[in-house]
Each structure stands twice: as C-alpha cells, then as structure tokens.
C-alpha cells in the first residue's frame, strides 16, 4: 500500500468508524507496515483531522518511531487547541497537554505549551498548572505572560519586575511597557546605557533612550 493510498485508508477508515475498536490497532499496524520510517514520520503533515482524532487514542499501540509519534501528538493538540471556540484553551485541555508532556518528556509539548504563551492563549489563573515545569524557556515565558496579564489590568511593572525581564531578555515587551507607560517611575533608572560591543547592545540602548526621555519629564 502506498503512501497516498495509506492516507486515504486511514480517512476512510475513521471517517466512517464501522470497524470494531478491537480491529483497528490492526489495520492500522498493518498499513503502517509497508511505509517506510521516513514516511511515517511525515505523516502528521497529511493526515485529515479525522484520521488525526482517531489515530492519536491508539498511538501507544501503533507501530511507529518515537519523533513520528511526538510530531502526531503535537499536531493533534495544535489541531484541537486552534479548534477551541475561545481565544484562550479550556483548563482541561490545558491539563491534558501537561499530562501528555509529563508522561512522553516529548519536547514538541514544550514548544506548544511555549507558542500557546507567547500567544496569551492560557488565562493567567491557569498558569499555576505549568509551575511543575521547571524548564528554562517555560518559567521565562510564564513569568512573561503573567506582566502581560498585569499591565493589561492596569498595574505598572515594579523594579523587581523589570529586573526579571530584562534577564529574560524581553526586550520588545519592555519597549511597549515603556511607551504605554506600564512601567513604575521608580523603575526607570534600571534602563542604564550599555557598554559598546555588549550583548543586545541595540535593544538595550533603545531601552535607555525611551527611559531616559520619561525621567527627563
């Protein structure tokens, strides 16, 4: 069975759910069978979201390579969380996604979790599911989403704020703090004139500039 044809089957064969579930594991097992390891690592790019639904309960069981299966699984909580009614994905969902990364360790989960952040699609009071996650990048954009959240509600970003995000490098987000005036006059002085030649140099010196011009005020 080629690759097109074993892309059909499997939209057949859920689309239609006529197969007892006992069966299905080997079908699909038997399909999988023919494409090779390449094939069946691209095969996320091209399933329906049928065969997506139905193929991610039996991932356990199928005959397929651990990044086939990472990639199938991140595509199908991309699917459903792009598919939520709301802009920011329900607690269960959110639950799930975790429970998934906890159990596969799969880092695809981390850059979902990651985009899901940045994008603000994760109500602030849901955060505190994520606190297990003691990763670099997911600490970093949590703590970020939450100064969003905070600015957002009208409150400025305190010195210790402003430290924080500076360490983490959130510079553009500091920018737009500083033009909406989100940030605390105390706060200001943090922005200091860095050295030539120094890391982010460009965006620290803009920083600097836009501070200074509100303390001059």
């Known amino acids: 069975m ?75 909580f991309l699917v459903v969380s792009n598919a939520a009614a709301q802009q920011q994905v329900d607690s269960r969902l959110l639950l799930q996604i975790c429970s998934e990364h906890d159990r596969t360790s799969y880092v695809a989960f981390e850059s979902l979790l990651i985009s899901l952040l940045k994008e603000d699609r994760i109500h602030e009071s849901d955060l505190t599911i994520l606190e297990h996650i003691h990763t670099k990048a997911i600490i970093k954009e949590t703590f970020a989403s939450k100064m969003r959240a905070q600015t957002a509600s009208g409150k400025q970003l305190s010195p210790n ?40 140099y460009k965006y620290k010196n803009r920083l600097h500039l836009c501070a200074s011009q509100m303390l001059r005020k």
């Open 2 to 76: 080629r690759y097109q044809e074993t892309l059909l089957f499997f939209h057949e064969l859920f689309h239609r759910q006529a197969v007892a579930s006992g069966d299905i594991v080997h079908l699909v097992n038997a399909a999988l069978f023919h494409l090779s390891n390449e094939e069946k690592i691209q095969l996320h790019n091209n399933l329906t979201d049928a065969a997506l639904n139905g193929l991610y309960p039996l991932l356990d069981q199928l005959l397929l390579p651990t990044e086939a299966k990472e990639h199938m699984m991140y595509k199908y």
């Open 161 to 200: 704020d402003v430290k924080k995000l500076l360490e983490y490098e959130k510079y553009a987000m500091l920018q737009e703090a500083l033009l909406q005036n989100d940030v605390a006059y105390e706060a200001l002085s943090l922005f200091v004139l860095p050295n030539k030649g120094e890391r982010n």
